[in-house]
């Protein structure tokens, strides 16, 4: 996937390089064998819920699965049976910010929101950023340097500096996601730790 993905990114532009490197990786991760997309998903959870960063929080964010993203709804589940508090975001389309709730319930509390994503209901009670103490951070491809893409709303770029300067960002995602360099600009948010079915890549510690 690496060499493909670095071909895909070269464009005459950022943007450019961005959406074909998003379009390239998206195909490669949707043609991904259901069995091994449920495998993986739960090589993903079992990795990540055993990172100190995760056993030593108490509130931790993230997003639920969309489309053939990773089941991250195995690592929510993980994170209510430890005790801890999840919290799930959900899109203000027109602020263009997301919000966050605390989900207790997801199987009663999640509903399909903005296209479609799975998100929380809004009468749910909000959490403000800065109770969160542990982030995963969602996003089509992730290099070794932490660089990432998302599917260009920008959301996570908006969000992440409203947290806590030492809240780990975790990602998650499988090894097709991970390719040679992300194009970024300078505003665009990294990682600290990348987490696929094979391996934990811990990149730098959060400022």
């Not at 449920?38 to 090589?43: D, E, G, L, N, T």
């Not at 959490?127 to 893409?149: E, N, Y």
Request: hydrophobic letters at 45%.
């Amino acid at each position: 996937m690496t060499d493909r993905a670095a071909r895909a990114a070269a464009g005459p532009s950022l943007r450019d390089a961005k959406q074909a490197l998003r379009t390239a990786v998206v195909a490669a991760r949707d043609a991904l064998d259901s069995s091994h997309r449920a495998k993986a998903s739960h090589q993903i959870t079992a990795r990540i819920a055993v990172l100190p960063s995760f056993l030593r929080s108490r509130t931790i964010l993230l997003n639920l699965p969309f489309r053939s993203e990773w089941d991250s709804a195995l690592l929510a589940e993980e994170a209510l049976a430890a005790g801890k508090r999840l919290v799930v975001p959900r899109v203000d389309a027109i602020a263009r910010m997301l919000m966050l709730h605390e989900v207790s319930d997801p199987e009663r509390e999640i509903a399909p929101g903005y296209r479609q994503i799975p998100e929380p209901l809004p009468s749910l009670p909000e959490v403000r950023a800065s109770a969160v103490d542990w982030v995963l951070v969602p996003g089509v491809a992730f290099d070794l340097a932490g660089r990432r893409i998302g599917y260009g709303g920008g959301y996570y770029d908006r969000l992440l500096p409203t947290l806590r300067r030492d809240t780990p960002r975790v990602a998650g995602a499988f090894e097709v996601q991970v390719v040679d360099r992300v194009p970024a600009a300078p505003h665009d948010m990294d990682v600290d730790c990348l987490v696929t079915e094979r391996r934990v890549i811990e990149i730098h510690a959060p400022a």
